[in-house]
């Protein structure tokens, strides 16, 4: 099983849309550490919009923070149309 | 099994070092797409950087560019002593 089965086992977008998912883990060692996925988060996105036009309603964005492991979860639906603005 | 067990597969990092785990896929409809994983490859990367003190040594990053899908792993191992400055 590929790294990204993982992606696959959502199944695969509806044929009309392309999808970006990212999934980020950070495994820290004590407790007080600052916020860093919180501020990854924000600056993923904005680079991601640099590139993508993102409709709000069209993006999900999932963060856990555990004792040990912070995580972050970035869905992406690209609407066809948008897309094709991509390939100039 | 959560969406994060794929990275404790790899064995958890040893004690003394903390870790960033990124995976990102990108499901496109045509060939002709520009590299966007590329661009979004070298934008993370400098995000990340601006907060995590990265050696270059502690870096691996893998790009695959399938058909219809393209991806990107990024692991970083970071020693304490630099992960301790982000405590700050």
Do not use: C
Not at 12 to 34: F, G, I, T
Request: cysteine-free.
């Amino acid at each position: 099983m590929s790294m990204f089965d993982i992606f696959k086992r959502r199944g695969s977008a509806p044929v009309a849309r392309e999808r970006l998912q990212l999934l980020l883990a950070y495994e820290r060692k004590s407790r007080n550490q600052p916020d860093l996925v919180g501020k990854l988060r924000e600056e993923i996105m904005a680079v991601i919009a640099r590139h993508i036009q993102i409709d709000h309603d069209d993006v999900h964005v999932r963060m856990d923070r555990g004792d040990t492991t912070s995580t972050l979860e970035i869905d992406i639906q690209i609407p066809n149309a948008r897309s094709a603005a991509l390939a100039v």
